[in-house]
């Protein structure tokens, strides 16, 4: 139970941030109509050692220019980088204006640790919790999923905890999810992925957030899937720039089931020997990915940084997509 104290902390924190818009609202077509263009956020990863704090705040500074939505910060498999992901959380909602948005997992936590977690961004206002299933630790041989079987539970409670807290005046956390246009490789039946992605949705999720993509064709169809299914919520598309060669097979090995188109794969083929034709090639398909999904209305784009600002300010730049708009 919460102490008064800490409950009058909560209260506060939130009547202090009672003006910010609730995120839903923010990624919907009525904001993307007004604000004539998708949302455009960020994904950051916390640093692995103290000495990458200074670099990652350089880098975050230069994001802020851009006037992003929101910035998601990564959660470590199995939480392991849950105090630097707090840390960061907490950091940006202090020293910036961005509106920054944990990962939360449900592998290895207790309702517990969840509740004292959420306990920690109400109190800081923090009001926006991107809920996700979660990874294993590299190498670990068991694991437990804790109190949370799959993410649709992490989001119900999420739902509830943010209500009781008082958070978005009552309201609760602004909640997202993932999403998988081209399939979660555990779940080969594609019919059973979207009766996933609905349970999550119909427990409270206010937007999706999609899983890297480089086949707008393949996320077309599945956008059109998701409606078909009742999906009615906003769907944010994750773009990544691909930096190098090294960096499309580290993506191939994490992001498993992604499909690298042939006209893709041709391009960094020609540009092979020469490293910065290559990270051209990709900021090229990423530009042309964000181009066809403007022309078809997507309340949201969401890059996948690599905690990096140079060609997600470059692919901004290119298409004046709303964040740059004010800065042109």
């Known amino acids: 139970m919460l102490s008064m104290r ?102 290895g936590h207790t309702k517990d640790d969840v509740r004292r977690i959420l306990e920690l961004y109400a109190q800081n206002g923090v009001e926006t ?10 190498g670990a041989r068991f694991h437990s999923l804790g109190d949370f079987q799959q993410a649709s539970d992490l989001v119900r409670f999420i739902r509830v905890e943010g209500a009781r807290l008082g958070v978005h005046g009552g309201r609760g956390f602004a909640i997202g999810v993932a999403g998988f ?37 393949a996320f077309h169809d599945w956008r059109e899937r998701c409606t078909l299914a009742g999906i ?31 006209a893709l794969l041709s391009q960094l083929s020609r540009a092979a020997n020469d490293a910065r034709a290559v990270e051209d090639a990709g900021i090229a398909w990423a530009e042309q990915q964000c181009r066809d999904l403007v022309a078809h209305n997507i309340e949201g784009i969401h890059f996948y940084t690599l905690n990096k600002s140079d060609a997600t300010r470059r692919i901004c730049k290119a298409l004046n997509l709303p964040c740059t708009k004010s800065r042109a």
């Not at 598309?237 to 992001?255: E, F, H």
């Open 129 to 138: 919790i991107l809920a996700l299933r979660g990874d294993p630790p590299v």
């Open 6 to 107: 800490h409950k009058r902390m909560v209260r506060a924190a939130s009547l202090a941030y009672l003006d910010a818009m609730h995120l839903g609202d923010a990624l919907s077509e009525t904001s993307r109509l007004a604000r004539q263009g998708p949302a455009v956020s960020f994904e950051f990863f916390p640093p692995k050692t103290e000495a990458g704090w200074a670099p990652l705040f350089k880098s975050i500074a230069d994001f802020a220019e851009l006037s992003p939505e929101f910035v998601s910060v990564t959660y470590g498999a199995g939480g392991t980088t849950r105090d630097k992901t707090h840390a960061l959380v907490l950091r940006i909602r202090r020293e910036t204006s961005i509106e920054p948005v944990p990962h939360l997992t449900c592998i």
């Open 232 to 262: 009615r919520v906003p769907i944010t598309a994750g773009i990544m720039p691909i930096p190098s060669i090294t960096g499309m097979q580290r993506m191939a090995d994490l992001a498993a089931g992604t499909r690298f188109p042939a």
């Open 181 to 217: 246009p081209e399939g979660h490789p555990e779940t080969p039946n594609t019919l059973h992925q979207l009766d996933h992605l609905k349970a999550k949705v119909d427990e409270g999720a206010d937007y999706i957030v999609t899983q890297l993509f480089f086949d707008n064709h």
